[in-house]
């Protein structure tokens, strides 16, 4: 009965966000989704989402210094930027939980060249602790956050997920998306970029997060709108889903400068 009760609210919770266009949009989410090849500066090639891609080559790139991409397993994301980083740029490549960390090594070793993986760092932290600590703030030249996340895609395909989803996992979601956007802005030097990621539906998740950060830092954030075609337009970002987008996504994406007006 509980299974069914979670499965119900979970139809009524997305059917009141997308509507008509639910049926059509859960119908896409079920199906097998193609990932591409991706191959420049790596190699070996790596197989991921198109709409990963996108995320990650939003990140604008300085000339030097050091990256965070924040929760970078399985790191697809970090080969991306890695392969498109200049000489004196470096990356740091975070994963919180042990085991994913250590794939994330392990695709590290496997996919870069010698050089790039001498500039590519892996640690463990919490970044929305980090930011708590003064010495960190202002230390990385770019920050891409993939923020875990509802992973609706996920949930519609494995029934234990699907028995235990209640509305509450959205709004805790969204609890913990804050406390490290929040953290990475923080983390950010003035003039860097900050790129926002979830693979989210709600809008909780995603404009609801992200215009926090408008809100608490004011002009110190620049909002810095995607520039790629793909996906749909939302008031800070864009949403890329597989009904409309050729099976690509579900991805969502905001990106932001910090202002030198602090």
Same mark, same amino acid.
């Given at each position: 009965?509980?299974?069914?009760?979670?499965?119900?609210?979970?139809?009524?919770?997305?059917?009141?966000?997308?509507?008509?266009?639910?049926?059509?949009?859960?119908?896409?989410?079920?199906?097998?989704?193609?990932?591409?090849?991706?191959?420049?500066?790596?190699?070996?090639?790596?197989?991921?989402?198109?709409?990963?891609?996108?995320?990650?080559?939003?990140?604008?790139?300085?000339?030097?210094?050091?990256?965070?991409?924040?929760?970078?397993?399985?790191?697809?994301?970090?080969?991306?930027?890695?392969?498109?980083?200049?000489?004196?740029?470096?990356?740091?490549?975070?994963?919180?939980?042990?085991?994913?960390?250590?794939?994330?090594?392990?695709?590290?070793?496997?996919?870069?060249?010698?050089?790039?993986?001498?500039?590519?760092?892996?640690?463990?932290?919490?970044?929305?602790?980090?930011?708590?600590?003064?010495?960190?703030?202002?230390?990385?030249?770019?920050?891409?956050?993939?923020?875990?996340?509802?992973?609706?895609?996920?949930?519609?395909?494995?029934?234990?997920?699907?028995?235990?989803?209640?509305?509450?996992? &959205?709004?805790?979601?969204?609890?913990?998306?804050?406390?490290?956007?929040?953290?990475?802005?923080?983390?950010?030097?003035?003039?860097?970029?900050?790129?926002?990621?979830?693979?989210?539906?709600?809008?909780?998740?995603?404009?609801?997060?992200?215009?926090?950060?408008?809100?608490?830092?004011?002009?110190?954030?620049?909002?810095?709108?995607?520039?790629? &075609?793909?996906?749909?337009?939302? &008031?800070?970002?864009?949403?890329?889903?597989?009904?409309?987008?050729?099976?690509?996504? &579900?991805?969502?994406?905001?990106?932001?400068?910090?202002?030198?007006?602090?």
């Amino acid at each position: 009965m509980t299974g069914l009760i979670s499965n119900s609210s979970f139809e009524a919770y997305y059917q009141e966000l997308y509507g008509d266009r639910w049926k059509s949009l859960r119908k896409n989410l079920l199906e097998k989704r193609t990932p591409i090849a991706f191959t420049q500066g790596i190699r070996l090639p790596y197989m991921l989402d198109r709409g990963s891609v996108l995320a990650a080559q939003s990140l604008r790139l300085p000339d030097t210094g050091l990256i965070l991409d924040a929760c970078a397993a399985p790191g697809g994301k970090s080969l991306v930027i890695a392969a498109s980083m200049g000489p004196e740029v470096s990356l740091l490549a975070n994963e919180p939980s042990r085991e994913r960390r250590r794939r994330l090594l392990k695709v590290l070793e496997d996919h870069l060249n010698t050089e790039t993986r001498r500039r590519v760092q892996v640690s463990g932290f919490d970044a929305a602790q980090l930011g708590g600590n003064h010495r960190e703030r202002s230390r990385f030249a770019g920050v891409l956050l993939d923020a875990p996340c509802s992973s609706e895609r996920y949930v519609l395909m494995d029934p234990n997920a699907l028995g235990q989803w209640t509305p509450a996992r &959205p709004r805790f979601l969204a609890r913990r998306q804050w406390a490290l956007l929040s953290a990475a802005f923080l983390l950010l030097r003035p003039g860097a970029s900050l790129v926002y990621v979830t693979c989210a539906l709600s809008e909780e998740e995603n404009d609801g997060v992200a215009s926090r950060l408008l809100a608490k830092y004011g002009p110190e954030v620049l909002l810095d709108e995607p520039s790629f &075609p793909e996906g749909e337009k939302t &008031p800070l970002g864009r949403l890329i889903l597989p009904d409309t987008s050729d099976g690509i996504g &579900p991805l969502y994406i905001a990106r932001f400068t910090r202002s030198h007006a602090m």
